[in-house]
């Protein structure tokens, strides 16, 4: 009489087919001691990452709502349009990114993300480094995201404050990556307010006219 395979095992192979069928990359996820994730959760949160890594695929956005909301310190966007031009709207920006660490700290709803991230701007060519939190909200009904809050860490370097050497204080390069770094962590602390807000709201109405996103999963496979 054979066995039957353990359900732990099952577990296993249900998880590994749905990362395959979502073309998800993000396998392998670290977790805070004593944090369990189930294969739902691993799924969504290899999702996250994948798009925080600007490879958005129309496959991945179909673990969204219709109706989610993405919302960090530049963007309000809400619903399928908005989010979605925002996710392809990183390769637009950025020439790199690469992501330095990520670990779940909570695996509850919202499931809590800890990420460093580094942007490498194009045109400009300097790098940003951005540490943040990222809370993943998913439907009771049907265990897909209906928001995503990106909050950066608004920690200045100390390094901003130290004094410029000469040769420094006469590099156009130098004054180029401060004011980038001094304007990034003042965004940072000010994402909040009310003034910022109405920013935000025009910014995820804006991109999704200047960002195309394929039509379809087909039109998006003949394109790669």
């Keep these: 009489m ?13 998880s ?9 990359e993000s396998i392998a996820v670290d977790t805070a001691p004593d944090v369990i994730v189930t294969p739902q959760k691993k799924l969504i949160v290899g999702c996250i990452l ?27 966007a809400t619903g399928r349009k908005q989010y979605q031009a ?9 020439s790199e990114i690469e992501q330095l660490q990520s670990v779940i700290i909570s695996s509850g709803n919202p499931i809590i993300l800890n990420m460093k991230t580094r942007y490498k701007i ?13 809370k993943i909200y998913m439907s009771i009904s049907n265990s897909k995201i209906i928001r995503v809050d990106d909050q950066w860490c608004g920690k200045i370097p100390d390094e901003i404050f130290d004094l410029p050497r000469l040769s420094q204080f006469l590099s156009l390069c ?17 994402w909040w307010t009310r003034i910022w807000k109405l920013f935000r709201i025009l910014n995820g ?15 998006e496979s003949k394109e790669e």
């Design 86 to 94: 925002q996710w392809y709207g990183l390769k637009n920006v950025f």
């Design 122 to 134: 194009k045109l400009v060519g300097m790098d940003q480094i951005i540490s943040s939190q990222v």
């Design 205 to 219: 109405t804006v991109v999704p006219i200047l960002v195309r996103v394929p039509e379809s999963i087909g039109d």
């Design 174 to 190: 130098w004054w180029l990556r401060t004011a980038n770094t001094i304007c990034f962590y003042f965004f940072s602390l000010i």
């Design 16 to 24: 590994e087919l749905s990362l395959e069928e979502y073309g998800i």
């Design 2 to 14: 054979s066995r039957s395979p353990s359900s732990t095992n099952l577990s296993s192979l249900s």
């Design 50 to 76: 994948d798009l925080f890594k600007g490879r958005p695929t129309l496959k991945k956005l179909k673990l969204w709502a219709d109706d989610a909301t993405f919302n960090d310190p530049f963007t309000l």
